[in-house]
């Protein structure tokens, strides 16, 4: 099983990264850390699920909150979801929101399974973050990170199609 992990701030492009992946790809899932944080603002907060309303510095928030329980918390969690997707035959799986040090050392340093690490860069990014929001950690952590096995530059056009193409190729 081949674990893709997708990283980069806000607005730069992970999600569109992960879905030509998924489209490219046989047997794929696209997962992410943010979804056992959206269960909690769905529960605690007045937020709808809506994207397009969604309160970062509250998921911000709650992230750092369920690292300070436990910092395998969502890492552990994503990980047993992995263990049911190879189950039922997946066969590559995209974490679509990577943003730490920790997430990225967590499943590279796994033998089990073939881990691609992805940056996404942008110029421009398609955000509307507060300076509070752009100055959290989950923003900056991974500025200096140079692990990466790939990076891809997203200048938000049909580049980014061949870009994530130049990385299935690389890794065959």
């Known amino acids: 099983m081949r674990i893709f992990l997708v990283a980069g701030k806000a607005g ?15 047997k794929t899932v696209i997962t992410s850390f943010s979804k056992y944080i959206k269960l909690f603002a769905l529960e605690l907060s007045n937020w709808d699920g809506n994207d397009e309303n969604k309160p970062r ?37 995209v974490i679509s929101d990577v943003r ?5 050392e967590y499943f590279t340093k796994m033998k089990e399974y ?30 200096n990170y140079d692990k990466f096995n790939y990076v891809i530059n997203n200048s938000f056009d049909e580049s980014l199609e061949k870009e994530v193409n130049k990385v299935l190729e690389g890794m065959k």
């Not at 709650?62 to 039922?88: C, H, P, S």
């Not at 073939?114 to 500025?143: G, P």
């Open 12 to 26: 730069s492009g992970k999600n569109e990264v992960a879905s030509l992946i998924k489209n490219k790809l046989d």
């Open 100 to 104: 730490l040090v920790h997430e990225l």
């Open 57 to 93: 510095e509250f998921l911000q928030n709650m992230g750092d909150t369920l690292r300070a329980v436990d910092e395998d918390f969502m890492t552990n969690r994503l990980l047993e979801d992995i263990k049911v997707y190879d189950k039922v035959g997946i066969k590559n799986i």
């Open 114 to 143: 073939e881990v691609i690490t992805i940056r996404v860069n942008a110029k421009e990014f398609k955000r509307n973050l507060t300076d509070s929001e752009k100055l959290h950690h989950t923003e900056l952590e991974l500025d």
